[in-house]
């Protein structure tokens, strides 16, 4: 983040353009993971410090109300570890909630790359931002927005998901 970053309007979170009425159907397919964002101190990144990279894929679920987010995390040392998360749909919210975790409430905004999203992922008062992009390459000026952004809001601490490595194999 630059020294000096004047917060403004454009610089507040907003979910404008998320679209409701296709939701969830523009999210599912294959993301990237770029960014992340959380409040000074609050050891909320420390689990991403030793990935080098992870690609996404959002499925539907067979069952009703229910979305499968696969990931397979590149780390640093070489390994691939793949993960997996159902998120359950509210109604007509954006909300998601994740299943196994009843405290984590997962909530979407728009990134002014219009490719991206930003997930605001909170569990017992402590939150965090995460940013993904359908392309694994992102302008300089779209991650620097992100930081901008986080750090508007209080999200003092940013990480760059590094990318140097190859990404790990996506089973779909
Ligand atoms: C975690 O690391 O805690 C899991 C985060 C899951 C991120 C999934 C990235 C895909 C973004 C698409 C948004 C889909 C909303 C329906």
Redo the contacts with the bound molecule.
Sequence with gaps: VDLLVVCDINHRLSASSINRTE??SQ??GR?Y?LAAAAPADSQALE??KPMDN?A?W?QESTENEK?V?R?NVRVKDGSCVP?K?I?L?SGDS?E?R?EGHPD?V?E?FSSKCTQC?I?K?TENSISRL?L?SRSPQLEREFVEDFKEKAFCEGYKETLEIPQKLEYCPLDT
């Design positions: 939701f969830p999210y599912m993301w993971f689990t991403f992870t996404f959002v979305l987010f990931a993960r998360w998120y749909l954006t998601l994740t984590r997962t979407l999203v997930l992922e995460l993904y």
